[in-house]
Antibody, heavy 121, light 107 residues
Framework: QVQLVESGGGVVQPGRSLRLSCAASGFPFGTYTMHWVRQAPGKGLEWVAVISYQGSKKYYADSVKGRFTISRDDSNNTLYLQMSSLRPEDTALYYC??????????????WGQGTLVAVSS | DIQMTQSPSSLSASVGDRVTITCRASQDISNYLAWFQQKPGQAPKSLIYAASALQSGVPSKFSGSGSGTDFTLTISSLQPEDFGSYYCQQYDNYPYSFGQGTKLEIK
């Protein structure tokens, strides 16, 4: 069955960096577009970033552009989100989610349980 | 960027009721609209894609309709397990965007 397991969250000071990971299993990871979505405590969902299969296309929300980098390691079935220059408003539960197979545009079907990032001094 | 607006923001209903949630896009998104359900402490679950297509395993009590800018999610015969928050999402253009959510509570 499809499984997505996020890790790497924690408490970090403003201005510091953190790298999130999402380990995928149960499907041919390398053929799927993958997303990161976040949810601040008590708030709604905010789409963060996407990477196409093979990693040739990437797109970011304006709120993280220039600070966050999405990447993937298809040999290890893992999705990453490198976060730098973190701000208190980046505090959220970060979910990875599976997009469509091969194509770049399409919604998500499976989501992980999320990893919590707290940015605080 | 495309803005998504859901209404109502919260809704109180009883077991057995039929409810409708509305989602409006700030521009034409054709049928590139998805709906998600989220229960407290859980990850979102995909219900509907392409405005009206049910994800595998989603019961037929959930239905979606609409195209262009106006969309609806209807839940027939509410059961206790249906309560939680619901979000629409447009995937016509990046950056993708979600509605602010509708919290469905038990009356």
């Amino acid at each position: 069955q499809v499984q997505l397991v996020e890790s790497g969250g924690g408490v970090v000071q403003p201005g510091r960096s953190l790298r999130l990971s999402c380990a995928a299993s149960g499907f041919p990871f390398g053929t799927y577009t993958m997303h990161w979505v976040r949810q601040a405590p008590g708030k709604g969902l905010e789409w963060v970033a996407v990477i196409s299969y093979q990693g040739s296309k990437k797109y970011y929300a304006d709120s993280v552009k220039g600070r966050f980098t999405i990447s993937r390691d298809d040999s290890n079935n893992t999705l990453y989100l490198q976060m730098s220059s973190l701000r208190p408003e980046d505090t959220a539960l970060y979910y990875c989610a599976r997009g469509p197979v091969v194509v770049y545009v399409g919604t998500t079907d499976y989501w992980g349980q999320g990893t919590l990032v707290a940015v605080s001094s | 960027d495309i803005q998504m607006t859901q209404s109502p923001s919260s809704l109180s209903a009883s077991v057995g009721d039929r409810v409708t949630i509305t989602c409006r896009a700030s521009q034409d998104i054709s049928n590139y609209l998805a709906w998600f359900q989220q229960k407290p402490g859980q990850a979102p679950k995909s219900l509907i894609y392409a405005a009206s297509a049910l994800q595998s395993g989603v019961p037929s009590k959930f239905s979606g309709s609409g195209s262009g800018t106006d969309f609806t999610l209807t839940i027939s015969s509410l059961q206790p397990e249906d309560f939680g928050s619901y979000y629409c999402q447009q995937y016509d253009n990046y950056p993708y965007s979600f509605g602010q959510g509708t919290k469905l509570e038990i009356k």
